[in-house]
């Protein structure tokens, strides 16, 4: 009796390693993923994209196991498949790559390259021989790398090149690099890239995902976008150039982009020292050199890809990172910034992009997460007198609409908008000169949005001075005067907000071909 | 009454009371509280007494577990303040004075705040793992202690330096009376003023709270500093108790007896949220338990197995799952959270 099905699979599509159809996957309140296909070919190097929270992750996640989908179907290799963990899909011929390398650095190289696999001769493993066969792995990648050294003696470039020479040693078809490269420099991307291309001659699938779009269009032979969890398009990568994919990543066409409404630019007046001043800040290995000034009254925005450094450069003006070049002047006299609390002493004040790590104290009231910056400048010593704490908590639970209005909730039961307004109130409160704001509309529905949006225009319109980072261009156009353009950790142009302005200019600054 | 059985001391209250009632059932004399020339005396008032050090060290545990620490030198800490303590009173030629004593107490305190600054400096400042960091002057803490008396037993009679064990003020025994006034000066110091929350705070989201300006390096160093302050004083009690430095046998194991106190208590070993007053209350199950083990008869050498038993009852009744199955046999609910506006958010599978 023959099988016929492999037959019959074979006639369907000759080429498919992986198709995934009408995908769902929904977390309580949210639709993570809504019914999207995705296909993925012999021998193809295929990029995914989409901001932050477009569903990459989890569309990851579902193909390696680690989140069960709630309807559509997974067939590799023309065969169904259901995975219940991540050793399903390993066994389906699915390995991953990740950004921090899951080898043991103790083990030597070969080692490593063999684990599991191997050579065993009469006296248990042969160790000469499974050395000799990682090599012959090794060798077939382009990898001269001497098997019996330490993986830990070697660059982490390297480490990630023997984690993707596992790949092959287990025979995968389809192989994920999730931000392969996001620490590597420019001669380990090529290293990289080399065996990528090696990979795919092997007729090995390569789902390819990086925020550095140069890379996307020198690797990749298609891409798929995915925007707020659907699918926005698969593309052959010469079939659009690289405005089109950001407009199609933010989700919106250019002509329509440049309609939207925005505050009136206002004047700023310049002529008086800025309240903050940076002159050749860098931190190596983040964000290269800056300049900037803000002005009382002023929003500055700050444009640019993920990854493009605007975190980074946010961080290190707080001082939440240091600063290894590079001067700060705050309203004309040189200030010292390298902790939150010589900030927040010359009145600066941050919010994080990321709010339930670096915000929230999810365990603590919504009023002791109010009072918390206040609090903090005034040392444990001194506690804000009740009072005071009252008046404070009562004048802004008012003010921002922070609901449910109840100050003895626990934080971490608010809704994100709510925690985002709460978060703001805690800078607030401590009457900042400056404010940081990092991605404060992230992750929150459209209505507090709006009234995030306003706050920020409001209180620059009362002489406060923002640095307004987003990656939705149209917000950062329509709260900002100045705007700085990111990209590849470095500032690339800064225009003033004017009526000729719009998101395809920015995307424009942004998208720029020919950096490295 | 649901919101009684909701309060989050109840379970170690719960614990207390049956451990009492356990024992007044097998020996009625045990609630008795007699008054001999304004002193009073009886099994409760001793527990009062005995539980002294254990309370002293266990206050500073909990703040040091709160900030996602914890301090296993208290131990040897007790043992070090001991010595020092005693061989001042043994050197000096007036060992029955007041001021020889004062004098003798507050050397042996002021050397453990050193220590717990110490360890402070390497959790907080250097950034080494609070268990790491205090397990070397757990070790170490007993060789130096052995150093001050010159590896003997160094044993005094000082009368004044007795009272702290054996005395009696207002009718209560003055070990305490000690313990007490620790409770309320630590209770007023993380209530009154920020340094409860603000610990909450660093031990609930570090990152977070570094960001909001709280100086949370100042903190952590100083709340082992207070750690090391209050086993010195423990160690003090302790050493006024057998009027002995001994090196090698004061405050052994009470750094388990406490941490185990603190979460009895109901304060997680996570860190944040901790509650003084279940730490209290934790310390006095401990004391009882012990006192009943005694009295029970139980043979020394199986006490810690009778008290490990204890303690993973009190430990299982404080557990959600436990308690889900135990009400009605349910499966443990999904942790939902909910606002009144809200859909409900799961905690248990995060969007990425």
């Known amino acids: 009796m023959t099988l016929p099905s492999r037959k019959i699979y074979a006639v369907v599509d000759n080429n498919v390693v992986v198709e995934m159809k009408g995908i769902s996957i929904s977390f309580p309140g949210v639709k993570a993923l809504d019914s999207v296909d995705f296909t993925l070919r012999e021998g193809e190097i295929h990029s995914l994209l989409g901001e932050n929270g477009a569903g990459k992750s989890t569309l990851i996640k579902a193909l390696t196991g680690v989140y069960a989908i709630d309807s559509g179907s997974i067939q590799v290799l023309g065969v169904e498949r259901r995975f219940a963990n991540t050793a399903d899909a390993q066994s389906a011929g699915i390995a991953t790559v990740y950004q921090e390398i899951n080898l043991c650095s103790n083990l030597s190289v070969g080692e490593n390259v063999m684990l599991g696999h191997e050579v065993r001769g009469p006296f248990g493993i042969d160790w000469k021989a499974t050395h000799a066969k990682a090599s012959t792995y090794l060798n077939e990648l382009g990898l001269h790398i001497e098997p019996r050294s330490p993986l830990s003696s070697h660059s982490l470039a390297i480490q990630q090149l023997v984690a993707i020479s596992r790949a092959v040693v287990v025979d995968c078809r389809l192989l994920i690099l999730d931000e392969p490269t996001s620490s590597l420099d420019r001669s380990e991307v090529e290293q990289l890239f080399a065996v990528m291309r090696r990979l795919k001659d092997r007729n090995v699938a390569i789902l390819f995902v990086s925020h550095f779009l140069d890379q996307v269009f020198e690797i990749s032979d298609r891409m798929t976008i995915l925007r707020n969890g659907q699918l926005e398009g698969e593309y052959l990568v010469g079939a659009i150039n690289r405005s089109t994919l950001i407009s199609k990543m933010l989700g919106r066409e250019l002509a329509e982009l440049d309609l939207i409404g925005r505050a009136a630019t206002r004047a700023i007046d310049r002529s008086g020292a800025p309240v903050l001043k940076v002159l050749g800040l860098g931190r190596k290995g983040s964000i290269e050199p800056v300049d900037l000034e803000v002005y009382d009254g002023e929003v500055l925005g700050l444009a640019g890809l993920l990854g493009s450094g605007r975190t980074e450069l946010a961080r290190i003006i707080y001082g939440a990172d240091r600063a290894d070049s590079g001067r700060v002047e705050v309203r004309g006299v040189p200030a010292h910034l390298s902790s939150p609390q010589q900030s927040a002493h010359h009145r600066i004040a941050f919010s994080s992009e990321d709010r339930r790590e670096e915000g929230i104290i999810g365990d603590l009231t919504v009023a002791e997460n109010l009072v918390l910056a206040v609090q903090a400048k005034r040392g444990w010593l001194q506690k804000v007198p009740r009072a005071q704490q009252q008046s404070i908590i009562d004048e802004y639970m008012v003010a921002l609409g922070i609901k449910p209005n109840n100050p003895n909730a626990l934080i971490r039961n608010l809704s994100g908008g709510n925690q985002q307004k709460v978060l703001l109130a805690r800078w607030l409160a401590t009457s900042p000169q400056l404010l940081i704001l990092d991605e404060p509309t992230r992750g929150i529905d459209i209505g507090a949005k709006a009234e995030v949006q306003q706050l920020v225009a409001r209180l620059a319109e009362d002489g406060m001075g923002v640095i307004f980072i987003s990656s939705e261009l149209d917000e950062v156009l329509r709260v900002s005067q100045r705007i700085a353009v990111l990209r590849d950790h470095r500032k690339v142009a800064e225009i003033d907000n004017a009526a000729d302005v719009g998101v395809s200019s920015l995307v424009e600054l942004i998208a720029k071909e020919g950096a490295a | 009454m649901t919101r009684i059985f909701k309060h989050r001391l109840i379970w170690p209250i719960a614990a207390l009371v049956a451990l009492i009632v356990l024992n007044s059932i097998s020996r009625p004399s045990f609630l008795s509280i007699t008054i001999t020339r304004g002193q009073l005396y009886g099994s409760l008032i001793d527990i009062l007494r005995d539980s002294a050090p254990l309370m002293l060290v266990a206050l500073g545990m909990a703040l040091v577990i709160a900030t996602r620490g914890i301090d296993l030198s208290v131990g040897a800490q007790m043992a070090i303040s001991g010595s020092v303590a005693l061989t001042i009173i043994a050197d000096s030629k007036t060992p029955n004075s007041l001021g020889t004593v004062v004098v003798a107490i507050l050397a042996g305190v002021a050397i453990t705040l050193v220590f717990g600054l110490w360890n402070g400096f390497l959790v907080a400042v250097v950034g080494i793992q609070p268990i790491i960091a205090t397990l070397v002057l757990m070790l170490a803490g007993r060789g130096i202690a052995l150093l001050i008396t010159g590896g003997f037993i160094t044993t005094i009679t000082s009368t004044p330096y007795a009272v702290l064990s054996q005395g009696h003020v207002l009718g209560f025994p003055v070990a305490f009376l000690v313990s007490a006034i620790a409770i309320a000066i630590v209770t007023v110091l993380v209530r009154r003023t920020a340094l409860g929350v603000l610990t909450e705070a660093v031990g609930i989201n570090p990152s977070a709270s570094r960001l909001a300006g709280v100086r949370s390096r100042g903190i952590v160093w100083s709340l082992y500093g207070l750690s090391g302050l209050l086993a010195g004083m423990a160690g003090i009690l ?67 197995v009778f008290k490990a038993v204890v303690v993973i009852i009190v430990c299982l009744s404080q557990s959600q799952r436990m308690r889900g199955w135990i009400s009605g046999l349910r499966p443990p609910k999904r942790l939902v959270v909910t606002t009144p506006n809200e859909t409900p958010i799961a905690t248990n599978r995060t969007t990425a």
Do not use: R
């Open chain 2, 238 to 304: 302790y050493s006024s108790n057998i009027m002995a430095a001994d090196a090698n046998n004061a405050g052994i194991n009470i750094e388990l007896d406490a941490i185990l106190a603190v979460v009895l208590g109901g304060t997680s070993l996570a860190g944040g949220k901790f509650t003084l007053a279940g730490t209290v209350i934790g310390v006095f199950i401990i004391q009882t338990l012990t006192s009943t083990i005694t009295f029970l008869g139980v043979p020394p050498a199986v006490t810690p």
